[in-house]
Each structure stands twice: as C-alpha cells, then as structure tokens.
C-alpha cells in the first residue's frame, strides 16, 4: 500500500463508520424524505460556502481571490478558503466532506474520486490565451547545469511538485519515460511541494538542477532567465467541482453561472482585479467539463504504474 493510500484509508474507514450507523438507523418514513432542494454545506452554516484550493504556490489564496469574489456574487453566500497544507491534505478534505466547491487540478482529481469523494466536475479552468481548458507543464533547467533534453535528466536530481500533481509530476513522468528516462528509479526525484518552490530550487542549482513546473510560474523566470526550457506539454484544464452534498439550487446556480464564463465577465458582475492580464494567466476563465473528461488521466495513469498515486 502507497503512502497516499495509507493516509487516506483512516479518512474511508471513518466514512464507512457513518454509513453504518446511518443504516442502523433505518429508512426515513415518506414524510420524512428530505425536499429536493435539501442539502448540506461543509461549513455547517448556510450562509457560508467553503472554496478549497489547491495550494500550489506561496500566493496560492490571492490567485483564486477573483473566483473567491465571483462565487459570493453569483451565490449570495460568504466564501471561506480553505487552502489545505498539500494536495493530499485537499483530497482528505474532499473525502470528508469539508469542503462545498473546490479547484483542483486533474491527478488529484482523479485521486480523490477514487478515494471516494462525493463531488462532480462542472468547468474546466481557461488559463492565458486558451480557448479550450488547459495549460502548459514546462520542464525547466538551470542555465549552467548543460541540460539540453529530457533524456539529460537522466541519473541527475529532479524537482517534482507533488506525488499527486497533473503538471509538476504525472505529465512529466510521461515526458520522461517517452525519452528514455524512467521517472522513478532513473532519478532522483525531490518533491518542492510548490510549483513556485520547484521552480526555485531549479534555479538555485543545488537541491536539483532541473525540474518541472506549470507555465503560469514557469514563464517569467524563463523570460528572466533564471531558467531555461527545456520542453513542455499542454495538460488538461484543471476541473471547478462542486460537493453533491449541496442543495440542489446552489449546484444549479454553479453550473448557470460558472461553467462557462470569463474574466470579463466576472468583472462585468463586480469582481474587483488589479491587473486583469495577469489575473488571466492563473484564470482566464471556464468551459463546461464533465468527469469523463478525465478519463484522459485515467488512461495514463494505466501507462504509469509505476507512479505511487496511480497504483
């Protein structure tokens, strides 16, 4: 059993608990079936909606801020962040029920679903200039190491993100198998935790002297050259879910007013952003994803079992 599974089974174990006791309970009688639009939110107040983010780099609540914004507006509820310590700790709190709306990217996704997280996909992140969900995993190289290809990585250390990253470990580890390297026992990996962590220590030289990261944090230090580019791949857009534990009006009002939009026109509604240009290269905006979009994560995740959070 991978660690991410052994982390994960105290979190299913506690959940099959309470649906024995719901079952000892017996079934409600027809007048105590709940209305349609019953539900619950994970704040336990329903005034309050909980955002959970995937905390990919130091400024990780400030990049959401703008959706943070645009769900009080098109909800009328209050958004609390919840901004877990890592991917997995988001995943926990998916499986547990601790959250109503979530960005994630897709491996951890994919990860929580198959860990038993009751949410449902309902957009896919635009970033940049993109028309179609998605963005770029770059791999990056310090500028003196003499690092020209990916077959290079080879025998060297290497800056992940996060076992259970689409951009900053599941892409890559394809990238890398596709040129010889295989990404577990033919490096060295270090996980930075960060896509912004990971891009630093490429460019400091000594914990790893290549690495990956997502474009939005790659970019500008490839125009600084703090780094070079070495290669990058365009990755499904990151999925907007929603717990199905919500009440049945508030899923509807996510899927009207969020499933597709814009940074317009979240701004036209009254999102208040300091620089729209550069708001966009973390959220450009949204197009309708359902979960078998995803399937494309699942099918590589068969070609890479070799990656713990695949197994």
């Not at 209305?35 to 336990?44: L, Q, Y």
């Amino acid at each position: 059993m991978n660690r991410i599974s052994q982390r994960l089974l105290g979190v299913g174990t506690a959940a099959l608990l309470l649906a024995g006791l719901a079952a000892c309970a017996g079934t409600p009688a027809a007048s105590e079936t709940p209305a349609a639009d019953e539900g619950t939110f994970a704040s336990g107040d329903d005034t309050t909606l909980v955002f959970g983010v995937v905390p990919d780099t130091e400024s990780t609540q400030n990049n959401w801020e703008p959706l943070g914004d645009y769900l009080e507006i098109i909800t009328g509820k209050k958004v609390q962040f919840f901004e877990a310590a890592d991917y997995t700790a988001l995943i926990e709190a998916s499986i547990a029920g601790k959250i109503d709306v979530a960005a994630f990217s897709g491996f951890t996704y994919y990860t929580a679903v198959k860990n038993g997280a009751e949410i449902t996909p309902f957009a896919g992140q635009l970033t940049g200039d993109l028309e179609e969900p998605g963005y770029y995993s770059v791999a990056i190289a310090n500028p003196n190491a003499g690092i020209k290809t990916l077959a290079d990585f080879a025998g060297k250390n290497i800056c992940f993100v996060s076992e259970t990253s689409t951009s900053g470990r599941l892409f890559p580890s394809k990238a890398l198998k596709e040129a010889g390297v295989d990404p577990t026992t033919g490096l060295t990996p270090v996980f930075a935790g960060k896509h912004d962590a990971s891009a630093e220590k490429v460019a400091a030289g000594t914990e790893c002297v290549a690495g990956f990261a997502e474009d939005a944090v790659a970019d500008p230090m490839i125009a600084s050259g703090k780094v070079v580019e070495i290669d990058r791949q365009l990755v499904p857009g990151a999925p907007i879910v929603y717990s199905n534990a919500l009440p049945q009006s508030i899923k509807d009002v996510l899927v009207d007013k969020l499933s597709q939009t814009t940074m317009a026109d979240m701004i036209a509604a009254g999102v208040v952003v300091a620089d729209e240009d550069a708001a966009k290269e973390w959220f450009a905006g949204t197009k309708p994803v359902d979960d078998s979009y995803y399937d494309q994560i699942r099918d590589l995740c068969k070609e890479l079992p070799e990656i713990e959070a695949c197994a």
